[in-house]
């Protein structure tokens, strides 16, 4: 993928391991002609809110599900296990209805909402795990040295399932910067709020493909994940609780 980027003559006569003739000319036509520069900002927009929203709502309901009973509980956490067998693929038709009923259809904001929603199942499962496991008299050791609710919250459990809800950020980021059926669908209209995986479709042709365009796509779309992997790598492989309970 590299080579073929920064090679001018990328899909002629065969590919080499190294470029033949070395040159920025695929990377300068897919930024600016191809459009490029605006779909990393759309899709670096849906990525950061998807996550940032994603984590919360995930974070507080699986709190929820782990630390307090209520009616239904279990009833709820088998209707999120059972959200995640169903195939992306069955909730299309259903998902465009709804934005389109919002009159979402072709904005970004519409498309934010399916992701967060399409995040949400696996994060609150994953999340839940992870606060389960956290012991409850760490909790009332805080509460014990007079902390409030939202103190113990911010202090103690949430530097706890820090692991957890990074690698719940990390499959949300993911989603939401490689996924392209929904972002077809939901965006098929609206040029200018195309994601980086609707905008690598123009480079594909009906009878021939520009391969040196796509592999210099390709290329911008994967930077981002890999830098945003390496950023919170640490916290993937951290351990889940650090410290004893207060005797």
Do not use: C
């Not at 990377?27 to 849906?46: E, H, K, M, Q």
């Not at 299309?92 to 979402?104: A, E, G, K, S, T």
Request: charged share 10%; net charge neutral.
């Amino acid at each position: 993928m590299l080579s073929s980027a920064f090679d001018a003559q990328a899909g002629r006569g065969g590919q080499t391991l190294l470029p033949r003739e070395w040159s920025l000319a695929n990377l300068a036509y897919v930024i600016t002609d191809g459009g490029f520069g605006l779909f990393l900002r759309n899709s670096a927009l849906v990525a950061v809110v998807v996550v940032l929203a994603s984590a919360v709502l995930a974070l507080l309901a699986s709190v929820a599900v782990a630390r307090f009973r209520f009616s239904f509980r279990t009833t709820i956490l088998l209707m999120i296990l059972v959200v995640q067998m169903v195939p992306l693929e069955a909730l299309v038709i259903p998902l465009f209805v709804q934005v389109r009923d919002l009159q979402l259809l072709n904005t970004l904001l519409g498309l934010m909402i399916v992701y967060v929603a399409l995040s949400l199942p696996f994060g609150i499962w994953m999340l839940r795990g992870f606060v389960a496991a956290v012991p409850v008299e760490l909790e009332e050791a805080a509460y014990l040295d007079g902390a409030s609710w939202s103190r113990m919250f911010r202090s103690v459990l949430l530097p706890l399932v820090m692991p957890g809800l990074v690698a719940t950020s990390v499959f949300s980021f993911i989603t939401a910067w490689n996924e392209f059926i929904f972002a077809m669908t939901l965006l098929g209209g609206a040029t200018e709020n195309y994601t980086v995986a609707i905008g690598l479709k123009q480079f594909f042709g009906e009878h021939s493909n520009e391969w040196g365009y796509i592999m210099a796509a390709s290329t911008l779309i994967t930077v981002p994940v890999m830098i945003f992997f390496v950023i919170v790598q640490r916290r993937l492989s951290s351990g889940l609780v650090a410290g004893a309970v207060k005797g």
